[in-house]
């Protein structure tokens, strides 16, 4: 496999089978995937589980995976994001069980332990709690448009939406973020949150 090959002709031969291919496609995009994700889990070993998982479901999916403008990018930032969502809620499906587990009376509590986070800090984890609270779909826009810079076009083919839905679900979606940033009294941009 070549570098000068298209993300279309590497994967018609992953469609066929071809680890090589696969492994190309994964040296291509696995970068801008793991930072895509990081900003969503903001722990390295879940971002690598959901990286894994990404690619483990183009794998399991080949024959339907969908190319938007002759690159897989799309379609795997918007997978990431899926499974990103899936492994909060099964962190948090977690984090309910522990808390309901007895604990000695001189373990410390949870929030002495973490100790006072950064401003970056609470504001990376107010626009992932935002970002969770969206639809799935708006989610995906957010994380394409505004932290992948992807044109709104690219986004709305890649979650297979018109262009004017993609673009009205996108002011809504921003209009809702920014409420709920406003109510967590952190208003940062999105740069600075990326």
């Known amino acids: 496999m070549t570098a000068e090959q298209t993300d279309e002709q590497l994967w018609a031969a992953v469609v066929r ?28 070993q879940d971002t690598e589980d959901v990286v894994s998982a990404t690619f483990a479901e183009a794998w399991r999916r080949r024959a339907k995976v969908r190319i938007v403008d002759e690159s897989l990018l799309p379609w795997l930032l918007v997978t990431a994001t899926n499974c990103a969502r899936n492994a909060s809620r099964g962190n948090r499906r977690l984090q309910r069980l522990i808390a309901h587990i007895p604990r000695a009376d001189d373990a410390p509590d949870a929030a002495d332990v973490v100790g ?15 970002l969770r609270a969206l639809p799935p779909a708006d989610a995906s826009l957010i994380a394409l448009v505004m932290l992948e810079e992807m044109p709104l076009a690219d986004a709305a083919r890649a979650l297979g939406m018109g262009y004017g839905a993609a673009k009205t679900r996108i002011h809504r979606a921003r209009g809702r973020l920014r409420a709920q940033l406003e109510a967590a009294g952190v208003a940062p941009t999105m740069e600075e949150v990326a």
Do not use: L, N, P, Y
């Not at 291509?28 to 889990?41: L, Q």
């Not at 006072?116 to 935002?130: G, H």
């Open 17 to 44: 089978g071809d680890g090589i291919a696969f492994a190309s496609v994964f040296d291509r995009h696995g970068d801008r995937v793991w930072r895509h994700v990081w900003r969503m889990m903001q722990h390295r």
């Open 116 to 130: 006072d986070r950064s401003e970056a800090d609470e504001a990376k984890v107010a626009v992932t709690e935002a």
